[in-house]
């Protein structure tokens, strides 16, 4: 029996694939997108699987749902499915959503060059310009990011000892710097992040418990963002960020880049309403900014925004029948 047809916008942002899929929606139950998304998590997450995993995906793919907005005054609503799970948030996957989604017609704005996002991590305010028919670039202004542990000194089998920093920018990421045991991105090869990552994640959410307060659904370090010098002039930082079991964000990564300015402002070394360009590990930019402050839960937090950029690779159609034993996908790790 067929379980699905699901046609597809596929593309990426600043190297990073993005893949909305805009037929094949379950229907999900909730009166907000975070409840949305664990009613998909419980029923439907062999969606995600066939759509995100091989032999119809890869290693780094992540994509996106549209659904009606569950907020009175919202546009749309967001939700995000990629081969780490399904995310609260994803930067580089609105940008892309956005820019495929007014390009394709499939969202009318109620304000022209905003749009009004309603997603499982809140609200997010999507900017763009569009010229031609194109979306030339999109800034998000994402949800409250904040610095969650800092200076956190963890043992991890193979590695040693590490300080890390763990903020939240929509997801919860472990932030490691350059020291000893680490050299930093320049120093590091793709293969050698790829194997440590996976220890840090592991031994930081054995020894360290990150909730958020105000949803504890979202929970667990999912992200390992890892520092070093950038490879553009005028790059303000680099990073390279791995997530599901074994991807690095070819993207500067926008939650990364929210919660990595969430640490920089609470340390000191980056003031509100300045520019935070945000270098990838193939070398491609964000813009970030420190667009105010606010609290929440007794955290001090800041407003961040990110813009970037996405293009549009192909279309396509995506049968899931179970008669394939492939059909909700795999991973040869």
Request: some cysteine.
């Amino acid at each position: 029996m067929n379980k699905g047809t699901f046609f597809c916008i596929d593309g990426h942002t600043c190297g990073n694939p993005v893949r909305l899929v805009t037929s094949g929606h379950p229907q999900l139950q909730g009166a907000t997108m975070s409840d949305k998304r664990q009613h998909f998590l419980a029923e439907y997450d062999w969606i995600r699987r066939a759509l995100m995993f091989e032999p119809r995906g890869h290693d780094m793919m992540s994509g996106s749902f549209l659904y009606p907005p569950t907020t009175a005054d919202g546009d749309v609503a967001i939700l995000f499915i990629e081969t780490s799970g399904c995310l609260p948030m994803c930067g580089h996957g609105t940008i892309g959503t956005v820019t495929f989604a007014l390009q394709q017609g499939l969202v009318t704005p109620k304000e022209p060059g905003r749009l009004r996002l309603d997603t499982p991590a809140g609200r997010v305010d999507a900017y763009y310009s569009m010229r031609d028919g194109k979306v030339e670039w999109v800034k998000l202004f994402n949800v409250p990011a904040f610095l969650a542990h800092r200076n956190e000194v963890i043992s991890v089998p193979g590695i040693g000892e590490l300080q890390v920093d763990i903020a939240y920018g929509g997801n919860f990421y472990v932030i490691v710097e350059p020291q000893g045991n680490f050299k930093g991105t320049h120093a590091t090869s793709a293969a050698e992040l790829l194997a440590m990552s996976p220890k840090v994640r592991d031994a930081v959410n054995a020894q360290i418990a990150c909730v958020h307060p105000l949803d504890p659904t979202v929970c667990g370090a999912s992200h390992v963002l890892w520092t070093g010098d950038p490879k553009q002039p005028d790059s303000s930082a680099a990073n390279a960020v791995f997530y599901g079991d074994k991807a690095i964000d070819r993207s500067p990564c926008g939650t990364g880049t929210s919660a990595r300015m969430a640490q920089l402002f609470a340390k000191g070394a980056l003031q509100s309403g300045q520019d935070f360009i945000h270098e990838s590990y193939i070398g491609s930019q964000f813009i970030g900014r420190i667009e105010g402050t606010t609290e929440i839960a007794g955290h001090s937090a800041i407003l961040p925004s990110i813009q970037g950029w996405a293009r549009v690779t192909g279309h396509n159609c995506i049968t899931v029948d179970d008669d394939d034993p492939y059909a909700f996908g795999f991973q040869v790790l």
